[in-house]
């Protein structure tokens, strides 16, 4: 079996699902349940004996190596973290804690796990760490998209914690020969996704007849890749990637925020029109996010060298298919605008 964390958020939930409905081999999935873990995502999962769920936190190094020496995964995917940029500005305790020490203890119990092995279990282990193109910092208009050889300048305390975990997840590599494997994407969207981020909160806010916040002048750039694709990209990595390697996953798809909201906003009058007047009405600027990154871009070259990666999402196929996914899908979003959600829409968006 593999090990996943963080398997009930929205990149992790839909690995999960992909992974089963592409073979049959039970996949062990620690998740803290924090705001952005949703156990809804997994419900077409229920009573599958290939699911095992455990509620715990990755920084429980009794509980890891617990569930470590008892299932005995041949790999570990490890997708849970803190992941709302936003809300590492308003509180960046969490990050630290989840994203480098989180990783740290879970990189601990691996190195032990991995020394209880040996022959082909100890050279087919793996250790596959996700990660995000925020490490990289941002861009100018003119530069050059990141290779994996670009220098790690992250800028926000989310970005900041999860370099810090792309250098620990290194460091175990080259100290102790844990064989990891490292993918920094850019950003997802998808089914799933808790609508705190852009195209989610933008569809969600939309459909509910509420302002859409634009930051800045909203020329801020960002390449957008649909889940499913990440969750493709992912699995390459861990059958195919060079141990010790870190691959870079992309859309070749960089577009400007104005121009998300624009599709998000022209495809929902065609799809669900609203009486009031087209969805763009709704659009409001907002002050910009302190320490804005203008531009992130993934140059995706060289998992389509080395594994034979490429998306399979335009990204008018990808965001026809997200939204069609959130309109079929009220209770859903019900359901996660209740509660915690709401309380952050107050903190983020009160003094805007
Ligand atoms: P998410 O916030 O939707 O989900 C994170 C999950 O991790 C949740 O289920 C949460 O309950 C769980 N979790 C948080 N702290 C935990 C802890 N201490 N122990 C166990 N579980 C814990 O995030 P996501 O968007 O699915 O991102 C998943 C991973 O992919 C993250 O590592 C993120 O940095 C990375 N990533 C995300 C994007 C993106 O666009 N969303 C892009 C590139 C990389
Ligand atoms: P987000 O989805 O938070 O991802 P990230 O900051 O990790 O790239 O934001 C994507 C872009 O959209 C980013 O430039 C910030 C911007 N944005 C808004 O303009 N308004 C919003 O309400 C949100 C959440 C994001």
């Given at each position: 079996m593999i090990l996943v964390t963080g398997g009930a958020g929205f990149i992790g939930s839909n690995f999960v699902l992909d992974w089963l409905a592409q073979c049959d081999e039970p996949v062990l999935n620690l998740d803290a349940?924090?705001?952005?873990?949703?156990?809804r995502n997994l419900a077409?999962?229920?009573?599958?004996?290939?699911h095992v769920f455990v509620h715990g936190d990755i920084g429980d190094r009794a509980l890891v190596e617990r569930l470590l020496a008892e299932?005995?995964?041949?790999?570990i995917v490890h997708f849970a973290a803190e992941s709302h940029v936003d809300r590492s500005i308003h509180g960046p305790a969490a990050f630290v804690k989840t994203n480098v020490e989180g990783t740290f203890a879970l990189l601990e119990a691996a190195r032990g796990h991995w020394g209880t092995l040996d022959g082909d279990a100890r050279s087919s282990f793996r250790f596959l760490h996700v990660s995000t193109d925020e490490v990289y910092g941002s861009l100018g208009p003119r530069d050059a998209a990141f290779t994996e050889e670009h220098a790690y300048r992250p800028n926000s305390p989310y970005s900041a914690s999860k370099a810090a975990s792309d250098h620990l997840v290194r460091a175990w590599h080259h100290t102790?020969?844990?064989?990891v494997v490292t993918t920094n994407c850019s950003n997802n969207y998808g089914?799933?996704?808790?609508?705190?981020?852009l195209i989610p909160l933008m569809i969600v806010n939309a459909l509910a007849g509420q302002p859409l916040p634009v930051y800045g002048d909203g020329m801020q750039v960002r390449d957008w890749l649909y889940v499913g694709d990440h969750c493709s990209g992912i699995r390459a990595v861990l059958e195919r990637g060079r141990i010790g390697e870190t691959y870079n996953i992309g859309g070749w798809n960089e577009k400007p925020n104005r121009d998300i909201v624009a599709t998000i906003c022209a495809l929902l009058d065609e799809l669900r029109p609203d009486p009031a007047g087209p969805?763009?009405?709704l659009v409001t600027h907002v002050s910009d996010r302190p320490g804005h990154d203008r531009r992130y871009a993934i140059d995706a070259r060289k998992i389509e060298r080395e594994l034979g990666w490429r998306p399979a999402e335009t990204f008018d196929s990808g965001i026809r298919k997200t939204l069609r996914w959130y309109l079929d899908h009220p209770q859903w979003v019900a359901e996660v605008r209740s509660g915690a959600y709401r309380d952050w829409l107050a903190t983020n968006y009160a003094r805007r």
């Open positions: 349940l924090t705001y952005a873990g949703n156990l077409s999962l229920q009573g599958d004996g290939r299932h005995r995964p041949r790999a102790y020969g844990l064989p089914p799933y996704q808790f609508p705190e981020k969805h763009a009405r």
